[in-house]
């Protein structure tokens, strides 16, 4: 299974983003020292995961404690080894929200329509870990959860409202 890791850090003069190696990690702890060898002293610190064009993690560390991970589905921890360790140990909900009507499958009339969202979808972790900065809980769900959304395009609409998004962008074209 092949991915993308992009950290985006945020200190006193802004944000910077650098791509990741997740090779060789051994537990989710490790990973979180990766994201803090980005810039040690940041005040914030989120690492974008996005595996196979069908899965995203976020990671987010605040002054470098405090981990929160949000997963995109649940599946994630089943189709890969590093799956497992991002988003294996996860509550099976999503906490930070009661159950949004955004991200549900919407109910249309004609049978062949395809739904809005993945009704298979099952995403996992905190998803109110950006909500401080402008995207809450129900809008990271549906954007995670809108037909035709890859991974990649819910990173740069989150990155785009962080302001970072062309530090983001220079990653991917390397």
């Given at each position: 299974m092949s991915y993308f890791a992009a950290a985006v850090v945020r200190d006193e003069s802004g944000w910077t983003?650098?791509?990741?190696?997740?090779?060789?990690?051994?537990?989710?702890?490790?990973?979180?020292?990766?994201?803090?060898?980005?810039?040690?002293?940041?005040?914030?610190?989120?690492?974008f995961v996005e595996a196979?064009?069908?899965?995203?993690?976020?990671?987010?560390?605040d002054e470098?404690?405090?981990?929160?991970?949000f997963g995109?589905?649940?599946?994630?921890?089943?189709?890969?080894?590093?799956?497992?360790?991002?988003?294996?140990?996860?509550?099976?909900?999503v906490t930070g929200l009661d159950e949004p009507e955004e991200a549900r499958p919407a109910a249309g009339d004609d049978e062949t329509e395809q739904p809005a969202v993945d009704p298979?979808?099952?995403?996992?972790?905190?998803?109110?870990?950006?909500a401080d900065l402008g995207i809450s809980a129900q809008k990271l769900l549906a954007l995670c959860?809108?037909?035709?959304?890859?991974?990649?395009?819910?990173?740069?609409?989150v990155c785009q409202v962080l302001g970072c998004a062309d530090e983001v962008e220079e990653l991917r074209e390397v």
């Open positions: 983003a650098e791509e990741v190696s997740l090779r060789g990690v051994t537990d989710i702890e490790e990973v979180a020292d990766r994201l803090r060898d980005v810039e040690p002293d940041a005040d914030l610190s989120l690492l196979d064009d069908t899965y995203l993690v976020i990671l987010r560390l470098g404690e405090d981990l929160r991970v995109s589905d649940s599946a994630y921890a089943e189709e890969s080894r590093l799956g497992a360790l991002l988003v294996g140990d996860l509550k099976a909900s298979e979808a099952d995403p996992v972790g905190d998803a109110d870990l950006l959860a809108h037909e035709g959304m890859m991974p990649a395009d819910v990173t740069a609409e």
